[in-house]
């Protein structure tokens, strides 16, 4: 079992930054994939960046060039730096930790980023 817990969301507004935490109650260098998710209300949760254990990385269209996602496996914790942001990047953003690609995973609770025009 994982814990997760996010942290660092906010308002904020366009054009600016917000850098979301994850700290896992477990270490994670053997966790395969940390992910950050997002959901925005009355749409689907969609994955915004992952990073596996080796360091490669994967991101959405929608954010590539303004986001970058990072893991710290000595402290446990990931990190989602968001620039540029956009109004459409309002949404709930979820934590995840999983072990294979096709496993659902653990999650956080999530944090809230409201991004104002």
């Known amino acids: 079992q994982v814990q997760l817990v996010e942290s660092g969301g906010g308002l904020v507004q366009a054009g600016g930054s917000l850098r979301l935490s994850c700290a896992a109650s477990i270490s994670i260098s053997s966790i395969n994939i940390m992910g950050w998710y997002r959901q925005a209300p009355g749409k689907q949760r969609e994955l915004v960046a992952r990073?596996?254990?080796?360091?490669?990385?994967d991101y959405a269209d929608s954010v590539k060039g303004r986001f970058t996602i990072s893991r710290d496996n000595a402290k446990s914790t990931v990190a989602l730096q968001m620039n540029s942001l956009k109004p459409e990047d309002t949404a709930d953003y979820f934590c995840n930790a999983k072990y294979r690609f096709d496993s659902d995973g653990f999650w956080g609770q999530g944090t809230q980023v409201t991004v104002s025009s």
């Open positions: 990073i596996t254990m080796g360091g490669s990385t």
